[in-house]
């Protein structure tokens, strides 16, 4: 048997064309995008002429047209369409704004077939687009209406309108007026949430206004009176709101005052500028005259023109009163330094004299004991011997003593000479001369971390580090494993050094005495010295603009920190 021919596949439909008349390119642009995105084709015409024209010779499956076009309306348009026999099948949307009932009439009157209110949404407008095509095979066996005449603001007219198109008009208006009215409802629903939003925002408002701790006052332009007061410009100037609103200040300020007031306001609603006045007496209720730091700005309305005056008040009456206690004490203090300066010139001339004068018979005395060991020793017995050792050994101590007092004293008087200083490099020579001079069964471990150098007077801190490890060794001295640790570290804008040892310590009670000249912590009998080196430590760093302090336990040993500016 033959085989069957297969059945032919039917091709498929051209797409609908649409012929849009819009003379607004940008809304004709919108349009067309829409319906091509939904697969139409389309053509554009921008004036009814052309739209007629161009009908004639494509036949599109659909005409949409604005109503307000150059050379020829919509309506006239769709009237011609509608006339000419070989185009009347053509559907035709009017997009008007229905706005009048006059356009009601003309639409019907026109013959369209469908409307579109205008502002129309995407899903509105393809509605009746399609609505408008799938219904077109109606529109030849429609029946026409048989003719009504309606008298409107005076005049008649004749209405031929179809039911399809009076149905079609309907439903376009009330499609529209449904539309309209959800977003009359969104409107009072968002209305009624940014009212809200605003009473919650003006109450947060006036909180804050109420609640500012400086005075806060709004003037009408026009007359500048009180239109506002906050809780604080009531205790300041001693009237309640009450008394004041719907006042100005030549209600309640002298003259001359309320004249000022008036002036420099009149100024600032003149000019736009914010006004400030840095410091201005005002004669208050029951406060007497207080010193008030102000700033003043007009409040611009919608057209660009003042309507209020908006002005912040600070009682600074206080704040002057302490800044001339301040300027006192001030003066009280630069006296008391000049006659400190004065006294510690004299004290250390003082110094400088007395150490001088007492090394003359400090000599002698060591001569006189050095000739009666040497020339008498056979003569002494043990007792003496101990005798001429123990004043030799205070005569050598008062000579250390008179050597630090006059260094000391001269530390006010020297010249400090900054460069740069490697810390590290100083440190380590200290260490090694100091081992050096330490006997060598009873040497501390030293542990030596990298230190940041400095901008100081080399010398100087060469008496710092002498003094700081000088004690750290004969504080340990006595440990079974003596251990010093020298570190340093850049601790924001200072370089900060630490000796740490492992020795005897101190008593945290007796700190205020640890830097005092002459006061030491330990007894002669623990541990030698004159309790010069740390106020020599102290007067140092000081002079270079540092601090020094220290940390201890008794019998747990010490670390002292001295910091320096980077």
């Known amino acids: ?21 819009e003379d607004s390119g940008v809304q004709a642009y919108m349009l067309r995008r829409l319906l091509e995105e939904e697969g139409y084709a389309t053509s554009v015409a921008k004036n009814g002429r052309l739209a007629l024209e161009l009908a004639a010779r494509i036949r599109p499956s659909l005409l949409v047209s604005d109503v307000n076009m150059p050379e020829m309306s919509g309506y006239e348009l769709c009237r011609q369409i509608k006339a000419n026999p070989d185009l009347c099948h053509i559907p035709v949307i009017l997009v008007t704004n229905l706005s009048d009932p006059d356009d009601v009439l003309l639409g019907l009157k026109s013959g369209a077939d469908s409307f579109v209110i205008k502002p129309y949404d995407r899903t509105h407008m393809l509605a009746r687009v399609q609505h408008a095509l799938s219904n077109q095979h109606l529109r030849s066996t429609a029946e026409e209406g048989p003719g009504v005449e309606i008298s409107f603001h005076g005049e008649k007219h004749q209405i031929t309108a179809s039911r399809a198109q009076i149905l079609n008009l309907l439903m376009s208006t009330y499609e529209t007026t449904a539309q309209r009215n959800r977003e009359l409802h969104e409107s009072r629903e968002e209305l009624a949430k940014r009212t809200t939003e605003l009473l919650a925002a003006n109450r947060f408002l006036d909180s804050i206004i109420e609640n500012i701790p400086n005075m806060i006052f709004i003037k009408d332009a026009a007359e500048l009176k009180f239109v506002r007061l906050n809780r604080a410009g009531e205790n300041l100037l001693g009237y309640s709101r009450d008394q004041l609103l719907g006042k100005s200040d030549h209600d309640f300020f002298p003259k001359n005052e309320s004249d000022h007031f008036v002036a420099r306001e009149r100024e600032v609603l003149a000019s736009g500028k914010v006004l400030e006045i840095a410091e201005e007496p005002v004669q208050t209720a029951n406060k007497g005259i207080r010193l008030l730091r102000t700033k003043k700005v007009a409040v611009l309305g919608e057209n660009g023109l003042a309507t209020h005056l908006l002005g912040i008040s600070e009682d ?6 302490m800044e001339k206690e301040i300027l006192n004490l001030n003066a009280i203090l630069k006296a008391r330094a000049e006659e400190l300066e004065a006294s510690h010139k004299s004290l250390e001339s003082f110094t400088s004299a007395a150490t001088h004068d007492l090394r003359s018979p400090l000599s002698i005395i060591g001569g006189y004991a050095g000739l009666l060991e040497k020339n008498y020793a056979s003569r002494l017995d043990e007792k003496g011997q101990r005798y001429v050792s123990i004043i030799r050994d205070n005569i050598k101590g008062m000579a250390k003593l008179i050597d630090d007092l006059l260094a000391f004293s001269k530390l006010g008087q020297r010249e400090i000479s900054k460069a740069s200083v490697n810390m590290h490099g100083l440190a380590q020579q200290v260490i090694e001369e100091l081992l050096q001079r330490h006997p060598e069964g009873s040497k501390p471990r030293v542990v030596l971390e990298s230190l940041p150098p400095a ?21 340990s001295s006595r440990t079974p494993n003596p251990l010093i640790e020298i570190s340093g570290r850049i601790d924001g804008a200072e370089a900060v050094y630490s000796v740490r040892d492992n020795g005897a310590g101190f008593s945290m009670d007796h700190y205020d005495k640890l830097f005092e000249i002459f006061q030491r912590l330990h007894t002669d009998e623990e541990f030698e010295g004159n309790g010069v080196g740390l106020p020599i430590v102290q007067r140092v760093v000081t002079r270079h603009g540092g601090r020094v302090w220290a940390e201890g336990k008794v019998g747990q040993g010490a670390v002292f920190h001295f910091a320096l500016p980077v």
């Open 316 to 321: 600074i009456t206080q704040q002057k009163e």
């Open 1 to 21: 048997m033959p085989s069957a021919e297969p059945s032919p596949v039917a091709s498929p439909a051209p797409p609908a064309h649409i012929l849009i008349a």
């Open 455 to 475: 901008q100081a007077d080399a010398s100087l801190l060469r008496q710092v580090w002498v003094n700081l490890l000088s004690n750290a060794v004969k504080y």
